[in-house]
């Protein structure tokens, strides 16, 4: 029986295996500590945090995370008659800009993408190429034009028409799902088309069960980033504050609220939670398709 043998790497690898360790480690303090840090200030009074954000509490005030659900507040506006929000009310409205803009950018994304890889037609190489464009080349100075395009069509403060401006599907997901339908063969249209079904029927019963993984990962991806979205309710939305805007502008309404910066870190430490929860479990699924996508386009 041979002995295996070993074949030591050169000192050139270790040196560079150390310096990526290194960076990497450098990297995941860069983001472990900014959440430490805040865990550790939500658990003071305020008193301490103005003496010392580094330090320790001398008192670790666990109730201050209960105290989020009744302190944590904005003021509101006369147009819906709501003179405060609170957490929970904020919480709503963070959930339903989440579901129905990712459904909506999803929806169109995958529509889009689907008529663009599988059919022809037309315009179809220059509007590829316009969606590509879009997607790599920022159009700085788009943001007023695109404001005075939702209020000339009612969608400020307006959750029944605001879902039209989500609608585009010229993003990112758009690339992702057309690289998935590019991979798909066309023999099974083609096989299905032959025992008789028409185009619906090919798309939701022979082309979407496979891109299920793809439209999973895709939505995650998009909810962390409309979770986190301030933006959306600061611009078109601002009678209807999510979490992530309240606790922008919560820095306006200290006065309503007792130890108003440990409140503020345990609303952002609570708020991050289902985030956080939400990509650990999904990494690899996120990871796998977001890269299988983008290669096969």
Same mark, same amino acid.
């Given at each position: 029986?041979?002995?295996?043998?070993?074949?030591?790497?050169?000192?050139?690898?270790?040196?560079? =295996?150390?310096?990526?360790?290194?960076?990497?480690?450098?990297?995941?303090?860069?983001?472990?500590?900014? %959440?430490?840090?805040?865990?550790?200030?939500?658990?003071?009074?305020?008193?301490?945090?103005?003496?010392?954000?580094?330090?320790?509490?001398?008192?670790?005030?666990?109730?201050?995370?209960?105290?989020?659900?009744?302190?944590?507040?904005?003021? $509101?506006?006369?147009?819906?008659?709501?003179? !405060?929000?609170? =957490?929970?009310? !904020?919480?709503?409205?963070?959930?339903?800009?989440?579901?129905?803009?990712?459904?909506? @950018?999803?929806?169109?994304?995958? !529509?889009?993408?689907?008529?663009?890889?599988?059919?022809?037609?037309? #315009?179809? @190489?220059?509007? &590829?190429?316009?969606?590509?464009?879009? @997607?790599?080349?920022?159009?700085?100075?788009? +943001?007023?034009?695109? =404001?005075?395009?939702?209020?000339?069509?009612?969608?400020? @403060?307006?959750?029944?028409?605001?879902? *039209? %401006?989500?609608?585009?599907?010229?993003?990112?997901?758009?690339?992702?799902?057309? #690289?998935?339908?590019? +991979? /798909?063969?066309?023999?099974?249209?083609?096989?299905?088309?032959?025992? $008789?079904?028409?185009?619906?029927?090919?798309?939701?019963?022979?082309?979407?069960?496979?891109?299920?993984?793809?439209?999973?990962?895709?939505?995650?991806?998009?909810?962390?980033?409309?979770?986190?979205?301030?933006? /959306?309710? %600061?611009?078109?939305?601002?009678?209807?504050?999510?979490?992530? &805007?309240? !606790?922008?502008?919560?820095?306006?309404?200290?006065?309503?609220?007792?130890?108003?910066?440990?409140?503020?870190?345990?609303?952002?430490?609570?708020?991050?939670?289902?985030?956080?929860?939400? =990509?650990?479990?999904?990494?690899?699924?996120? *990871?796998?398709?977001?890269?299988? +996508? $983008? *290669?096969?386009?």
């Amino acid at each position: 029986m041979k002995e295996l043998k070993f074949r030591k790497s050169p000192l050139g690898i270790k040196i560079v =295996y150390a310096c990526f360790f290194a960076m990497f480690v450098i990297f995941a303090f860069a983001y472990i500590y900014p %959440m430490f840090w805040a865990i550790i200030n939500s658990l003071k009074t305020d008193r301490e945090f103005a003496a010392n954000s580094l330090n320790l509490p001398e008192q670790w005030r666990f109730q201050n995370y209960v105290s989020v659900f009744k302190d944590f507040k904005v003021a $509101g506006t006369d147009i819906r008659g709501k003179d !405060m929000y609170l =957490y929970f009310d !904020m919480l709503f409205n963070s959930l339903w800009i989440l579901v129905v803009h990712v459904f909506v @950018n999803v929806t169109s994304s995958a !529509m889009l993408a689907y008529a663009i890889a599988r059919f022809r037609f037309p #315009g179809k @190489n220059f509007l &590829y190429a316009v969606i590509i464009f879009a @997607n790599t080349i920022p159009i700085i100075g788009s +943001g007023p034009a695109k =404001y005075k395009m939702a209020v000339a069509l009612n969608m400020v @403060n307006n959750p029944a028409t605001i879902w *039209l %401006m989500w609608a585009a599907g010229f993003d990112f997901a758009f690339i992702v799902f057309y #690289g998935y339908f590019k +991979g /798909i063969s066309a023999s099974y249209s083609e096989s299905a088309k032959i025992d $008789g079904a028409n185009n619906w029927t090919v798309l939701i019963k022979v082309i979407l069960p496979q891109i299920i993984p793809c439209i999973v990962a895709v939505a995650i991806t998009q909810a962390i980033s409309i979770w986190n979205n301030y933006s /959306i309710s %600061m611009i078109y939305l601002p009678i209807y504050p999510n979490l992530a &805007y309240g !606790m922008y502008i919560f820095k306006d309404y200290y006065f309503l609220v007792k130890d108003p910066m440990p409140i503020y870190f345990a609303t952002a430490v609570i708020s991050s939670i289902p985030i956080i929860v939400l =990509y650990a479990c999904s990494q690899n699924l996120i *990871l796998t398709n977001m890269t299988t +996508g $983008g *290669l096969k386009g």
